[in-house]
């Protein structure tokens, strides 16, 4: 188990997104010039401490840490704290998967799988999508915590 904030919420959950970006936008980048960018933007937005994910996936699988995950997150207004938020990076290229949308890589389903197991360990009980918290298509496909921790 661990927790967020001075209040101390307990992280039970872990919340996917998609970047709104232009597919294949960060074609050809590594993971840190993508952080530096998103962090960039979110910084212009005013947010103090930049980067609002604890975390962003590339297409080919690679994961950047972002924010610790003991700090409260910036990425679903109302659901914060007790959460990490992950951000998937489209592919340029379009592949047909079976847990994702066609705009992400079964090298990222296999970083997931692998880093939610870790986190089962830790507390993690359910997995949702942005979309299953604001009307958005965010993260472009139904996410069920069943296909996540089986």
């Known amino acids: 188990m661990f927790y967020q904030g001075k209040a101390r919420h307990e992280v039970r959950e872990v919340i996917l997104h998609c970047a709104a970006i232009k597919t294949g936008q960060f074609a050809g980048m590594g993971a840190f010039q993508i952080f530096s960018i998103i962090n960039r ?3 212009e937005k005013g947010w103090k401490n930049g980067f609002g994910y604890h975390g962003l996936i590339t297409p080919e699988g690679v994961f950047y840490k972002g924010r610790p995950f003991d700090m409260i997150g910036a990425h679903t207004i ?3 704290a007790g959460t990490l938020g992950f951000l998937l990076i ?9 847990l994702f949308s066609e705009y992400f890589t079964e090298a990222q389903a296999q970083t997931l799988l692998l880093l939610l197991d870790g986190l089962r360990e830790r507390g993690i ?10 009307p ?15």
């Not at 489209?90 to 079976?98: F, K, L, N, T, V």
């Not at 997995?127 to 604001?134: I, K, L, P, R």
């Not at 298509?137 to 296909?147: A, I, M, N, Q, R």
Request: glycine content about 10%; proline content about 5%; charged content about 30%.
């Open 90 to 98: 489209e592919s340029q290229e379009i592949e047909r998967m079976g």
């Open 125 to 134: 009980t359910k997995v949702s999508g942005h979309n299953d918290y604001a």
């Open 78 to 80: 109302g659901h914060n």
């Open 41 to 43: 933007w979110h910084k």
């Open 136 to 150: 958005k298509l965010c993260p472009g496909f139904k996410v069920e915590t069943s296909d996540w921790l089986p």
